[in-house]
C-alpha cells in the first residue's frame, strides 16, 4: 500500500481564519510521514465558479454568513476536484488521503495521531471503499445547514474511485443549482452520492477532532 495526502489552499477574501494562520496550521502537514500534494489555486479557477459566475443564486449560510460566502462554498467544493486531479497525476498512490489545510486547528489532531493513522492505511493489504467519518448516523436532507453526516475535513479514498466520486458529486451539485437556484455545503452533496449508492462509500462515526483518525479501521473483505 502507498499512500498520499492531499490537501488544498485558496485565499478568500475577508474570510474569518486568516492567510498567515492557515499557513502556519499546514506547516504541520510537512512533518507527517507520508507524500503529500498541496494544490494552491484562486476561486475563480475553482470548477464550480464556472457554473455560479455573473448569475444571481443563493447560498447557504446557517448562523455564520462570514464564514459561509458563496466564495466559501466554491472552495469547498473544489475538495472532490483536487482529489481526481491527484488520482491521474499520481499513479504510485494505491490511496489518497484527503486533509483540509487547516485541519490542525482541531482538537486532538497531532502529527503522532495522523501518523498513527497512516501506519494502519500501509498495514492495510487492499483498500476499496470511500471511507468518511461523520457525526451523525443518518443524513439530515438539510440545504441551509450543514449535513454532518460527514465531517469533510478528511477522507480516505482508494485512487481508482476519485475522478468518479468528484463526477457523481458534480452532478448532483449541479442539480441542485438547476432545480433550487441554491448551492449549499459540499458535505451535503456528499450526503447525496452516498444515498444514490453508486460508490462503495463507508461511513465511519467521528466528529472534528482526532476520532477522524483514530476511529478508522481497515474492514477485510
Known amino acids: 500500500m502507498k499512500s498520499t495526502i492531499v490537501t488544498g489552499y485558496v485565499r478568500i477574501p475577508d474570510h474569518p481564519r486568516s492567510a498567515d494562520e492557515y499557513h502556519r496550521l499546514a506547516a504541520n502537514l510537512r512533518r507527517v510521514g ?43 467544493h473544489q ?37 498513527e493513522f497512516l501506519r494502519r492505511i500501509e498495514a492495510a493489504d487492499k483498500i476499496d471503499e470511500i471511507c468518511i467519518p461523520g457525526a451523525w448516523e443518518r443524513s439530515s436532507g438539510y440545504a441551509d445547514s450543514p449535513d454532518w453526516r460527514f465531517c469533510g475535513s478528511s477522507m480516505i479514498m482508494p485512487r481508482a474511485h476519485a475522478r468518479t466520486f468528484h463526477e457523481a458529486v458534480k452532478d448532483v451539485t449541479l442539480s441542485r443549482l438547476a432545480a433550487t ?29 482526532q476520532t477522524q483518525f483514530t476511529n478508522w479501521r481497515h474492514r477485510v473483505a
Not at 465558479?49 to 459561509?68: L, M, Q
Not at 497525476?89 to 484527503?98: H, I, K, Q, R
Not at 487547516?102 to 489532531?109: A, E, K, Y
Request: charged share 20%.
Open 79 to 115: 475538495k472532490t476536484a483536487w482529489l481526481a486531479t491527484a488520482a491521474e497525476f499520481g499513479p504510485a498512490a494505491d490511496v489518497l488521503v484527503w486533509m483540509d489545510y487547516g485541519i490542525f486547528h482541531q482538537p486532538g489532531i497531532t502529527v503522532d495521531v495522523i501518523d
Open 181 to 209: 437556484n441554491h448551492v449549499t455545503w459540499e458535505v451535503n452533496d456528499w450526503a447525496v452520492v452516498e444515498s444514490l449508492k453508486v460508490l462503495p462509500i463507508r461511513w465511519y462515526k467521528a466528529d472534528h477532532n
Open 34 to 76: 507520508a507524500p503529500t500534494r498541496t494544490f494552491m489555486s484562486e476561486v475563480g479557477r475553482c470548477w464550480l465558479s464556472t457554473f455560479v459566475r455573473d448569475k444571481t443564486i443563493t447560498h447557504a449560510v446557517d448562523d455564520n454568513p462570514r464564514k459561509n460566502t458563496l466564495d466559501y462554498h466554491i472552495v469547498q
